[in-house]
């Protein structure tokens, strides 16, 4: 008898851990199955519109862009805030005028190039207007910056060039590609300068500033080509009908 009670006191404890543990197997096997994720399936009434695309006219609190019926404006163009565009000007392929601190004014027959930045500050060191004023007939190169500056008529800025706060450019100027204007700098008129700070390199004869106006005018008969090739009200309405197609509205 004692030593069935030795062998019953060794195997108790073994046979208590393994009832232990097919209680938590079974309990395990018991809890059922997660439910199912729930699959949200697109209504096929929805209309699919691509919002990742580049807006053109960017309205900033009261202030929206304003493009004249016959300017062109690319359609990779970034107008924001305070900008006018006015007839005949022309504004190309991948620039960007924010009017998001002052007003920014592309003139009459004026054109600004591919990859422009044009910038107004709040205001300007020198005391000067701080808007950005770019009046008739000016070739504005690409690659370009400017900022609170002023160019007045009839003037030609180069490639790469940099305008900076309160500079002026005077009627029948010429600054050559790659020049730097600094702040407050003014260039006379009739002058072409050149450099970085920009210099004074000569006076322009009359023979080359009467082509100034000719090749804003050139670029805007180009820029009717192009102009040609976007309809006025653009392409919505291509997509105004694929929606009552796609729900089965008449057109």
């Not at 046979?15 to 018991?30: G, P």
């Not at 930045?117 to 207007?129: D, K, N, R």
């Not at 305008?163 to 072409?192: F, K, N, W």
Request: hydrophobic residues 40%; aromatic residues 8%.
């Amino acid at each position: 008898m004692a030593t069935l009670a030795r062998v019953s006191r060794r195997l108790l404890p073994r046979t208590l851990s393994a009832r232990v543990i097919l209680r938590s197997f079974s309990a395990e096997t018991a809890q059922p199955p997660p439910p199912p994720a729930p699959v949200i399936r697109e209504s096929p009434d929805r209309v699919k519109w691509d919002y990742r695309g580049q807006r053109k006219l960017i309205p900033l609190g009261q202030w929206a862009p304003k493009v004249a019926v016959d300017a062109y404006v690319a359609p990779n163009v970034v107008l924001a805030g305070q900008v006018v565009v006015y007839d005949g000007a022309s504004v190309w392929n991948g620039a960007v005028l924010r009017g998001d601190l002052n007003k920014i004014t592309v003139g009459f027959c004026s054109n600004v190039q591919e990859r422009c930045v044009v910038h107004a500050a709040w205001s300007s060191p020198t005391g000067l207007p701080a808007e950005t004023l770019i009046e008739r007939y000016v070739t504005v190169g690409a690659y370009s910056l400017l900022r609170s500056c002023t160019i007045e008529p009839e003037c030609i800025i180069g490639q790469h060039s940099i305008l900076m706060e309160g500079s002026l450019v005077e009627t029948h100027s010429i600054l050559e590609a790659g020049s730097v204007v600094p702040p407050g700098r003014r260039i006379p008129s009739g002058e072409l300068w050149s450099g970085n700070p920009a210099r004074f390199v000569r006076t322009l004869t009359h023979e080359e500033t009467l082509e100034i106006p000719k090749l804003a005018v050139a670029i805007n008969d180009l820029s009717k080509s192009y102009f040609n090739e976007f309809l006025p009200y653009s392409t919505v309405y291509l997509e105004v009908e694929k929606m009552k197609k796609s729900l089965g509205i008449s057109i």
